[in-house]
């Protein structure tokens, strides 16, 4: 299997679409599961053992809440 191409996508939801992808993935996380989401027409898998973080930015007068979402690919 070919590996897989670096990527940097950011997609904006509207309001409901985000707050259900959250709630899904809570549950998920609640339940020790892995959670699966469509991003920028890629599915991905996010496995049960990820690893979590919580980022802040400011600059230039914007602000920056990132949850951030890690693991290892299985290429």
């Known amino acids: 299997?070919?590996?897989k191409k670096a990527r940097d996508v950011e997609k904006t939801y509207v309001r409901s679409a985000f707050v259900a992808k959250l709630r899904r993935f809570a549950d998920?996380?609640?339940a020790g599961e892995a959670f699966s989401i469509s991003v920028a027409g890629e599915?991905?898998?996010v496995p049960r053992d990820a690893r979590f973080s919580i980022e802040h930015e400011r600059g230039d007068g914007d602000e920056e809440l990132e949850f951030q979402i890690k693991w290892k690919s299985q290429d």
């Open 1 to 3: 299997m070919p590996a």
């Open 28 to 30: 998920a996380l609640e």
């Open 43 to 45: 599915r991905l898998r």
